[in-house]
C-alpha cells in the first residue's frame, strides 16, 4: 500500500518536530518564526558641569534584503568608488542609523543632523554606525564543522 505524499511530509514534519524537542535541533517552524535581533548601545553625553552620562540607545536589526535595498540606495560618489567603496558612508550611515534607531526613534534628518554636528566626533557617528551594521549583519553563529 502506498502512502500519499502529503501524509509523508506530514509524518516527516512531525518526527522532525519530536527529534528537535530531544536533541535542541532547530524546526523549520522555529527558523521561521525568529524575531529580529535587538541590541542596546551605550553613548557618553558630557554633562553641563563636566561630568558624564551613560545612556543607551536600542538598535533594532533589519533583514537581509531591506539592508541590501537601502545599501543600493546610497551608492558610492565617483571619487568615493575610485577608493573602492561599495556605497556613499555619508547617506547611507545616516539612512541605516536612523532605520535601525528603535528608542530614540529617530528620523533620518534627525541622524542626519548628528552625523554632520560639530560636537560629535567622527569615531563617536561610526561606533553608532558600526554598531548598526555589525547587528544587521551578524550571523546565526552557526559553528563550523570538520567539513567547513
Known sequence: ????????ALEAQSAQREAAKSSNRATFE????????EREVPIKIPDDDGGVSEVTMLF????AREYDRLLTKHPPSSEQRAQG???????????????VSLDPEMSEDD???????????????????????????KGLDIPFTELG
Open 60 to 63: 533594532r536589526s533589519i533583514g
Open 30 to 37: 522555529m527558523l521561521a518564526k525568529k524575531r529580529h535581533l
Open 85 to 99: 567603496a561599495t556605497y556613499d558612508i555619508n547617506t547611507f550611515g545616516p539612512a541605516l542609523i536612523s532605520r
Open 1 to 8: 500500500m502506498r502512502i500519499p505524499k502529503q501524509t509523508q
Open 111 to 137: 541622524v542626519r543632523q548628528i552625523w554632520n554636528s560639530n560636537d560629535w566626533n567622527r569615531g563617536e557617528v561610526m561606533s553608532l554606525f558600526s554598531a548598526a551594521v555589525e547587528l544587521c549583519n
